[in-house]
């Protein structure tokens, strides 16, 4: 159209004007901040530094071990929950409406409820096992550091696998119909439809669902924040909680945004293949 | 497809084992809110309150202050949902209707702000706010929030003006309506669902915060729910009951708006990881 070449400035602007102030400078003051350009240790001394930190190793180390065991649990629970939900059952309203509770929770409420239910007096894990006869003694699970991470893992399981839930079950509504009566036709069991049109149908979204869903858990905070403070020592510290405590607890502030530009460039390298498949798909 | 009613049964059998996961914490977490200070800390710990009681959650609300708590995060949570989607908007409309140069280049890095973690922006976001003079306020919160809300505003509503055909625009602009017309009068009242789906969902992220809150606001008063529930474990005496209650209030909002969405969410949310 015709007189229209600025119009769409016009329209873009504001947003990109409030991105830049409010992200785009945060974001590159991190990267020069990274390098120590106020002084210190010179240019990539922080990074330098990084690699012969025990404690950002064992952070590290925390999220990678953290991040496979989740994603892999919400993928699996994902799955089976959205091909229950894909099901014609009755009452199924119900049942949609709670497997999307958990993940309505904030996840710093989702950590405080899991630690004082794994409390060693009063939790009710304890209490339940032991009436169970599972155990004698109530156990200071969030004391132990290998219990610690078990639990973490489990309660952040429960909070957020119901978000690569309903991506799946979005690509579960979009496979034909058609390729599922073919499939009766040739007289497939349900074993053979699901490992022969579901699963190959499906995979794109599960690759979506499994890059979104290792986004979201490598940049959590506030359940690990409220369920162990990354406790006990640092057995379930991870990325983000080792960058806020250098940054606001110790005040190594150069220092910690080298260990954050280190998360959001492992961030950026899981999702440029996610980045450029959407960018294609839509223009 | 015919089932036989073994499958049925299966079915059924195991969607009630989900039901009973997911509700276990929730079940937990509301009996021990109406439980007495004393019950909730008794072992062995009890399942259902033994002597019933809201007596925490009139402490909380009154004697904490979590009515405060509860009113800035809708003040925060609010104001990061109402900019977001004021600003958004335009850009949405801008990046739908118009092919210009830098496009690509623009909608690239909004997809590419999405994946940055948190704790790479709230440092510096703490020396900028300090420097102009924003820094424990809620307006510093509100922007810093908007930092998150804002791109994946843009992103979605991109996706839902896209499903609204050019011809509904250029039929008004025939009419003689400018672009900015067009966008406000026939765009906007097709785009609406999910203009209120996105607010929601910024809503309900600026809701759910406990970095940005811990990093940005000190004065107690100006606390949002989630750091006043954080704080209250980090006193001296940890009172469960009094925890439990602050956290079915702090879930109860959330809740409620995603089932009233739920139609949404799967357009909503999965469909913008999946359409973009």
Request: hydrophobic letters at 55%; glycine letters at 8%.
């Amino acid at each position: 159209m015709i007189g229209e070449r600025w119009t769409a400035y016009w329209f873009v602007l504001p947003g990109t004007v409030l991105l830049a102030a409010i992200l785009g400078f945060p974001a590159i003051a991190s990267i020069l901040e990274s390098f120590g350009l106020q002084g210190g240790a010179g240019p990539a001394g922080g990074y330098a530094a990084l690699l012969s930190d025990a404690q950002f190793l064992t952070a590290s180390f925390n999220t990678a071990l953290f991040v496979v065991c989740v994603v892999t649990l919400h993928i699996i629970l994902g799955l089976a929950v959205a091909l229950l939900l894909n099901s014609q059952i009755r009452h199924l309203w119900f049942f949609r409406v709670v497997a999307i509770l958990p993940w309505t929770v904030p996840d710093v409420i989702g950590g405080l409820i899991f630690r004082f239910m794994l409390d060693p007096l009063s939790g009710g894990v304890n209490a339940l096992a032991i009436r169970l006869q599972l155990m004698q003694q109530p156990y200071d699970w969030l004391g132990d550091p290998d219990w610690a991470m078990v639990s973490v893992i489990m309660a952040e399981t429960w909070r957020g696998y119901p978000y690569p839930m309903l991506i799946l079950l979005a690509g579960l509504q979009a496979i034909p119909k058609e390729q599922y009566e073919a499939a009766a036709i040739d007289g497939a069991g349900a074993w053979a439809t699901f490992t022969n049109v579901t699963l190959p149908s499906l995979m794109p979204m599960i690759l979506i669902a499994v890059v979104l869903d290792v986004i979201w858990q490598c940049r959590l905070f506030g359940m690990i924040y409220g369920m162990t403070n990354g406790g006990p020592g640092d057995a379930t510290q991870n990325l983000s909680l080792f960058v806020y405590r250098q940054y606001f607890q110790f005040f190594e502030t150069s220092y910690a945004a080298s260990a954050a530009v280190v998360l959001a460039a492992v961030l950026l390298a899981v999702a440029v293949p996610y980045i450029r498949a959407t960018l294609r798909e839509k223009d | 497809m015919q089932h036989r009613r073994g499958f049925w049964l299966f079915v059924g059998t195991a969607l009630l084992i989900m039901a009973a996961y997911n509700l276990t914490p929730f079940f937990w977490m509301i009996s021990s809110s109406f439980k007495t200070d004393i019950e909730v800390t008794s072992y062995p710990a009890t399942l259902l309150p033994q002597a019933f009681t809201t007596a925490a959650y009139a402490r909380i609300w009154d004697q904490e202050g979590f009515v405060l708590y509860f009113i800035n995060s809708i003040k925060v949570s609010g104001g990061t949902a109402v900019l977001s989607a004021a600003v958004g908007i335009f850009a949405a409309y801008g990046f739908s209707r118009f092919r210009f140069q830098g496009r690509t280049a623009l909608m690239a890095m909004l997809l590419i702000t999405q994946m940055l973690p948190g704790v790479l922006l709230v440092g510096p976001y703490f020396k900028m706010l300090s420097l102009v003079d924003l820094y424990d306020t809620h307006l510093g919160l509100i922007l810093a929030q908007t930092s998150i809300t804002l791109p994946f505003t843009v992103w979605m509503l991109k996706g839902y003006i896209d499903t609204i055909p050019v011809e509904i625009d250029q039929a008004a602009m025939m009419d003689g309506a400018t672009r900015f017309q067009s966008l406000i009068h026939c765009v906007f009242p097709n785009v609406l669902p999910g203009l209120v789906a996105t607010t929601v969902f910024s809503f309900l992220l600026a809701w759910g915060d406990l970095l940005w809150a811990l990093c940005l606001i000190t004065t107690p008063e100006k606390q949002t729910m989630t750091l006043g529930i954080t704080n209250l474990v980090g006193q001296f005496r940890v009172l469960w009951s009094d925890i439990m209650a602050a956290t079915v209030i702090g879930c109860a909002i959330p809740a409620v708006f995603y089932l009233m969405l739920q139609r949404y969410l799967i357009t909503g949310v999965a469909g913008a990881a999946v359409k973009g």
